[in-house]
C-alpha cells in the first residue's frame, strides 16, 4: 500500500520507517506502526495520507503520492502493478524529473 508522509521528518515505529514524500509499505506493517501512540496521534492530526478504506485509489489520489515519490526503485515497481495509462504516465514522467533534475 502507499502510505505518504506529509511531515518533514521521518518517522520510526515497530520495525517500520517511513520517510518525507511516498512509501510502499505493508498492510500489517502499516497498522503495527499506527499501533504506536505517538504515531496514531500523528495519524490523527493527518500527517499520513492513505487508503484507509482498503479500496483502489483514484487515479488522482495515486497521482498526487507519485508526485511526492523520491524513490526510483518504488516508482518502477508501482509502475509493474499499475493498469492506468495517466497513472503509468505520471510515474514515468517522475522517474524523469528525479533521474534528471537539471531538467
Given at each position: 500500500?502507499?502510505?505518504?508522509?506529509?511531515?518533514n521528518h521521518s518517522y520510526q515505529a515497530n520495525g517500520l520507517t517511513l520517510v518525507p514524500g511516498t512509501n510502499k509499505v505493508g498492510e500489517q506493517e502499516f497498522e503495527q506502526f499506527l499501533a504506536h501512540p505517538l504515531m496514531a496521534h500523528?495519524?490523527?492530526?493527518?500527517?499520513?495520507?492513505?487508503?484507509?478504506?482498503?479500496?483502489?485509489?483514484?487515479?488522482?489520489?495515486?497521482i498526487a503520492m507519485i508526485e511526492d515519490a523520491f524513490d526510483i526503485d518504488m516508482l518502477k515497481a508501482l509502475r509493474e502493478d499499475e493498469d492506468r495509462?495517466?497513472?503509468?504516465?505520471?510515474?514515468?514522467?517522475?522517474?524523469?524529473?528525479?533521474?534528471?533534475?537539471e531538467k
Amino acid at each position: 500500500m502507499l502510505v505518504q508522509n506529509k511531515g518533514n521528518h521521518s518517522y520510526q515505529a515497530n520495525g517500520l520507517t517511513l520517510v518525507p514524500g511516498t512509501n510502499k509499505v505493508g498492510e500489517q506493517e502499516f497498522e503495527q506502526f499506527l499501533a504506536h501512540p505517538l504515531m496514531a496521534h500523528l495519524e490523527e492530526a493527518g500527517e499520513f495520507v492513505y487508503e484507509k478504506d482498503k479500496s483502489k485509489p483514484s487515479a488522482k489520489e495515486v497521482i498526487a503520492m507519485i508526485e511526492d515519490a523520491f524513490d526510483i526503485d518504488m516508482l518502477k515497481a508501482l509502475r509493474e502493478d499499475e493498469d492506468r495509462k495517466t497513472v503509468r504516465d505520471a510515474i514515468d514522467k517522475r522517474i524523469e524529473e528525479l533521474s534528471n533534475p537539471e531538467k
